[in-house]
């Protein structure tokens, strides 16, 4: 099993489909990484040796802002919206849709579940 980024990728997947699992790579990233390293995206991760591995971490390490790095980036940049009250800093903070969705029906997770209507009678009990 190979360690890269701190992620361990399954041994039996296509590299390819293995490097999806770092937070920051996708199918086509995954797909550029590999040919710039010319490894062939049908190989197993097994089937990898040290030299394919150690080359693709350089390849992460130099070019890429992944895992943690990334996440960090990207909550630093909500907070900014936030504090500068843009529409979407805004959105952000109702926890709200900020791309157009509709809200009338859908967005439940932000918007929390129904409530119940005050002052509606019970049924009495028998």
């Given at each position: 099993?190979?360690?890269?980024e701190?992620?361990?990728?399954?041994?039996?997947?296509?590299?390819a489909?293995?490097?999806?699992?770092?937070?920051?790579?996708?199918?086509?990233?995954?797909?550029?990484?590999?040919?710039?390293?010319?490894?062939?995206?049908?190989?197993?991760?097994?089937?990898?040796?040290d030299?394919?591995?150690?080359?693709?971490?350089?390849?992460?390490?130099?070019?890429?802002?992944?895992e943690?790095n990334?996440?960090?980036?990207?909550?630093?940049?909500?907070k900014?919206?936030?504090?500068?009250?843009?529409?979407k800093?805004?959105?952000?903070r109702?926890?709200?849709?900020?791309?157009?969705?509709?809200?009338?029906?859908?967005?439940?997770?932000?918007?929390?579940t129904?409530?119940?209507?005050?002052?509606?009678?019970?049924?009495?009990?028998?």
């Amino acid at each position: 099993m190979a360690r890269i980024e701190g992620v361990d990728l399954p041994k039996n997947k296509r590299i390819a489909i293995g490097l999806t699992y770092i937070y920051g790579i996708g199918i086509s990233r995954s797909i550029e990484i590999l040919n710039k390293i010319n490894i062939k995206p049908e190989i197993k991760i097994k089937e990898l040796n040290d030299k394919q591995i150690i080359a693709i971490r350089n390849i992460l390490n130099n070019e890429y802002e992944l895992e943690g790095n990334l996440k960090r980036l990207e909550s630093i940049n909500i907070k900014r919206l936030m504090d500068i009250g843009c529409y979407k800093g805004r959105r952000h903070r109702l926890k709200l849709p900020l791309r157009g969705q509709r809200t009338r029906t859908n967005a439940r997770t932000g918007r929390g579940t129904k409530k119940t209507i005050a002052g509606k009678k019970k049924a009495p009990k028998k």
